[in-house]
Structure formats: C-alpha cells, structure tokens
C-alpha cells in the first residue's frame, strides 16, 4: 500500500514533532480545517502552501513530492 502525502504529513505531526492540527496550522499560516483537508487527502495544497508546510513539517518539497 502506497503512503499519500496526506498520511506522510499526518504521521510528520504526529511522531516527530508531537503538536496539534490546531497549533500547526497557525504554525504554517492557514486554517485548521485547510490542514486537516491536506491531511486527509481532500485537497492537494499550492506550491506556495507547500513550501510552508514543508517548513511546518520540518520536511523538504522533494520528500513531500515523492508521496505525490
């Protein structure tokens, strides 16, 4: 089975820096229902938001692109 970006991100949160979906999204500048969106694979994000995430995440585009 194939991880999707949103389950990557998820688990990043989660195991490795331990925060909230409320606490991240004003981390990265969007929305808590936004991140969870991204999360739960319902949207993709722009490449601007992902650069953000990334950062959030403490993860780079090219592993974010690679659950693409």
Known sequence: ???TLGAYLRGLR???TNVSLEKMSIKIGCT???LSDV???KIMPSLA???DI???YK???NQMGKYL
């Open 39 to 41: 999360e739960n694979d």
């Open 59 to 61: 993860t780079s585009l």
């Open 32 to 34: 808590k229902s936004y």
């Open 14 to 16: 989660l195991c490795q």
């Open 49 to 51: 938001k992902a650069k």
């Open 54 to 56: 990334a950062k959030g």
């Open 1 to 3: 089975m194939m991880t």
